[in-house]
């Protein structure tokens, strides 16, 4: 029987192992033919065996661990050392299956017997900046947001953050931690971001939360940023990795959040660290962002 803790860690786990980059490149060198969006379990199984002795780490343990019904700490520094996971993918994994609640992995059917409709805005954004990476298959691999709101209500203790995938990691680095993930529409779902303590009436916090992805279905190229009140001080940024830019790319404006039309364009470029940028002073009941094309 899994539990919560282990599944977790072990869906973050398997996350960073799927998607294009080092992780999967070092487990590749023995599947070459492994398909995009799989995992081969006998290549991540060989990568750890090459790394502790033949006797190390069994296919039985390699499968336990990735499903999430044994994934032990000892294992888990295994993952981290042979895959080279780095300092925050390290620390978010070792956060997880120790229960903090700042880190909380979306993985697939997670949303299904959750639902929440839209509701009314509860606060204003008096800051955001926001930072959009995508990876060398072109697909988005990391979001980091920096947000001041300031409460429009008594005892506001929550606010809404959503997105378009069931196939991430959300993190809290500062202000709150994550609560349960919920379904908004038939292609939006959600978490709130439960503040570290309720706000009155006009007070601010300060809120930063980074969401790693985890697509295996390519998204549409674009990053949008809407709003159905006001947002001030707004900075958009989309870094491109060098193994896959654009051919063309527009900083543009739709008419609506679903099934939406560019009605508004103008061709953008890529400057020397492979990124574009946009800053508005004010946003009002406007979708605005970037999308681009491919060769």
Known sequence: MKDERGAQAAAYLRLLLVRAGEPRSIWAKHAPDAEPGEIDTSAVAEVLRGHVGPDGVGLRSVRAALDGTALAAATLELFIDAFDLGPRHAERLRGILDGRDSVRVIAGDAATDLARPSAPPRHETLAAHELHTLGPDGLPAEHQT??????????????????????????????????????????????????????????TALMHYRTTFGYRTPPPPELRRGTARVMRDVTLWVQFHPERLPARIWLARWDRLDHATVIEQQPAELDGEYSV????????????????EWD
């Open 277 to 292: 940028q946009a800053r508005y002073d004010r946003i009002e009941r406007a979708i605005v962002g970037f999308h681009w």
């Open 146 to 203: 920096i947000q001041l709101i300031k409460s429009t209500v008594d005892e506001l203790d929550r606010c809404p953050y959503r997105f378009d995938t069931d196939e991430l990691v959300v993190e809290v680095v500062r202000g709150g931690r994550v609560g349960d993930m919920y379904r908004v529409n038939e292609s939006l779902f959600g978490v709130d971001i439960v503040l570290d303590r309720p706000l009155a009436r006009g007070e």
